[in-house]
């Protein structure tokens, strides 16, 4: 039962990220002027970081729970690791490198937090096949 609760946690980890990236930020960058987009998205990622950290974390403490410490509890131990590093030190340069204009490394910073939100979702698939 433990198990296939945090099966359904992974998956709405995954669908809360899918939904995010390919739903709500191409909204509010099509709809929002650039201004309020900036804003709204300050606004957003850190409820989208931590929600995802916290329902990550659960399923970490369960996979130590059942002493399920193969490739699977790597796995989201790399996610919550990721997910914090995004939210606590990628996510604060980024805005500063916005702010400050120095667009080179914004595009950089941006296109690592990308990645890395790409790599996690490639992750959580693993973690439900």
């Known amino acids: 039962m ?3 609760v945090s099966i359904y946690l992974t998956a709405m980890v995954l669908g809360v990220m899918l939904f995010f990236s390919f739903v709500i930020a191409p909204v509010v960058f099509t ?3 650039e201004d309020n987009a900036r804003k709204f998205i300050r606004r957003i ?4 970081y931590n929600v995802n950290l916290g329902i990550s974390l659960v ?9 399920k410490l193969g490739i699977d509890f790597y796995l989201i131990l790399a ?7 995004s939210n606590y030190l990628l996510m604060p340069l ?13 595009k950089y910073s941006h296109f690592i937090s ?3 939100n790409f790599v996690q979702m490639i992750f959580l698939v693993l973690l439900l096949i």
Do not use: G, H
């Open 114 to 116: 990308v990645l890395i």
């Open 31 to 33: 709809t929002l002027d």
């Open 59 to 67: 399923v970490l403490l369960t996979f130590i729970f059942l002493s």
């Open 45 to 48: 990622f850190p409820f989208y």
């Open 2 to 4: 433990i198990e296939q």
């Open 94 to 106: 980024i805005n500063k490198y916005r702010d400050e204009k120095q667009d080179k490394k914004f």
């Open 79 to 85: 996610i919550c690791i990721l997910f914090a590093t």
